[in-house]
Nanobody
Framework: QVHVVESGGGSVQAGASMRLSCVAS????????MGWFRQAPGKEREFVAA????????YYATPVKGRFTISRDNAKYMVYLQMNNLKPEDTAVYSC?????????????????WGPGTQVTVSS
């Protein structure tokens, strides 16, 4: 069984960069696609980015395309989310998740292993 924990959140000014990390435990990590989702106060959880098991296919939500980059290091059991040019609307709790389903990488229902989340706050 895979477990995941996020780190790297914090408070920054608009325009700044931040990198989130997600460490996984469990020998099957490299067989799962991985995704990042976020949830802002009063809003539903939304897809941010995802990466396939081998790290050569990427998926991004439109609001973050061109600003965020997802990557993974299977040897280190790590997934990263590099966030550049952050905006106040990026403020949310960001969660890392393992894609255990067989369908869309953008659907939260296809992920069954979730981390507790890390808060990202961007001020204007």
């Amino acid at each position: 069984q895979v477990h995941v924990v996020e780190s790297g959140g914090g408070s920054v000014q608009a325009g700044a960069s931040m990198r989130l990390s997600c460490v996984a435990s469990g020998n099957s990590f490299s067989s799962f696609g991985m995704g990042w989702f976020r949830q802002a106060p009063g809003k539903e959880r939304e897809f941010v980015a995802a990466i396939n098991p081998t790290g050569n296919t990427f998926y991004y939500a439109t609001p973050v395309k061109g600003r965020f980059t997802i990557s993974r290091d299977n040897a280190k059991y790590m997934v990263y989310l590099q966030m550049n040019n952050l905006k106040p609307e990026d403020t949310a709790v960001y969660s890392c998740a393992a894609h255990t389903g067989s369908e869309s990488y953008t659907s939260a229902g296809e992920y069954s292993i979730w981390g507790p989340g890390t808060q990202v706050t961007v001020s204007s």
